[in-house]
């Protein structure tokens, strides 16, 4: 084997970069999972065998009429999720259905101790999403059968 | 006597599917009776090429167990419990921490790999390890038996086909192409390839492009969050060709200027002998089975800065002189894979442990 000189090589490179000035910034990829973990979090949820295993694992009220419903079950996956969750506050960014927008940023949590609290205001909010959810059932017309969210 | 080669599964084009494959050819060779049994066998194979692990059939002491050992399986029990010689081939299990944010199932597959792994441990006979490092987890996890260290037959004569003339044209256009191949999982750390290249495009060269392949399972967390992370981050010319063909597969290889690695765990790291023998220079940090592999080929890393990674790949794309010597290296390197030398090693090493 040849000698590459591998610590000549490194000098001559720190010698460059210190001639560059200084560098941008450049967004680490920690950044990036912490900012989107909850959005990407219902995104995933979709997942036939994970949303299978979400239901039971865990029950989540959600009226009769909307068992079935591709994004109520997302958002139980969401739900999930977010109790589990060790990062507060958090907000959520927005989800696309199809063509309609569910607008999550709304919500953002302040840093609570109690599961119970964080879980009685969770219920609350589903019990919003709901509402969202059924504001967009009475005006189904792109999406009749209420799946195949993106 | 007969020899068992036994597995979780057997896939077509894998790494653990090639070995199976290929001790199987020397066993013949030898003329020693033997046959594969797999739990799962990849349909692609030809018929016949292994059966199912539930007609295992019925061994004495004088027959013996190759079984090769890459996760947690019902058949770590299976193996375990036999009553002839047990050789495990340990082709390394991924630490679950890479996957607990990301993969659950994958997550509880090596967490129960590692906990069967160390039950394994005074219930085998023999080992390999198919590089040193496996050979060092292999001593941590309490095993006594001996073990020696025998690399993955790669079958280069595939790699002598054609590549695909579409690729080649599509990105032969003076660019340069940065290359990684490898399954889109968190312990290949794509997201330090992705820094690295976003330093080399904005203070090296804007006319670049990383093409980063390796399959990845529908609805990849790790994936997705890389894409949003390329986006955010406002990174230009990241290209995951997704599922593409072998041809397409030695095409990239042979338009790329550099294959960069970064992964933090590799029980051997296969593209890395691919490179060698495709003839693409190599950078690669210094982690887990990556430096043995190499050998003092490529250029091994010990650190992880973008903007040093970067500059490097810059000295390698530039300087000749330097591309030369990595490639020559790489080249001398790869006579220690070639298949005559490891049927050879192999044979020595039965001879000796299990004939």
Known sequence: MQDIHYNELIAQINQDIAKKGELSSLMDFEDVKRLNIYSTAYEESLAEEEMKEMHERREIPVRPEFEGNALVRGVKGLIRKLITATVIPMQLEQNVWNNKVVDFSKICFGKMQEDTERIRILEEKVAELEQKIQKLENSKTENPDGEGMV | MKIIQLAPGISFGDAVGNDMLAMKHILDEMGIENEIYADSIDDRLPVGTAKSAEQLPNLSKEDAVIYHMASGSRLNYIFGNLKCKRVMVYHNITPPAFFEHYDEYAYEQCCKGYEELQWLADKTDYCLAVSEYNKQDLIRMGFTCPIDVLPIVIPFEDY?????????????????????????????????????????????????????????????????????????????????????????????????????????????????????????????????????????????????????????????????????TVLDNQKERLADFTYEKIAAQFKELLREHVL
């Open chain 2, 160 to 324: 002598d086909k054609e590549p695909a003339e579409n690729i080649l044209t599509e990105y032969r256009d003076g660019y340069t192409n940065i290359l990684f191949v490898g399954r889109v999982v968190p312990n290949k750390k794509h997201e330090d390839i992705i820094r690295a290249f976003a330093r080399y495009q904005e203070y090296y060269n804007p006319k670049s492009r990383l093409i980063l392949i390796g399959s990845s399972r529908k609805g990849n967390k790790y994936k997705n969050r890389l894409i949003r992370y390329i986006q955010q981050a406002e990174i230009k010319n990241v290209v995951f060709p997704g599922h593409i063909s072998f041809k397409e597969i030695l095409a990239f290889y042979k338009v790329a200027d550099v294959f960069l690695c970064e992964s933090e765990h590799e029980g051997f790291c296969v593209p890395l002998v691919e490179a060698m023998y495709l003839g693409t220079p190599i950078i690669a940090y210094d982690a887990a089975a990556v430096a043995s592999t190499l050998h003092g080929a490529g250029i091994l890393m010990d650190t992880k800065d973008p903007m040093i990674t970067a500059g490097m790949i810059d000295k390698l794309v530039k300087d000749e002189e330097l591309k030369q």
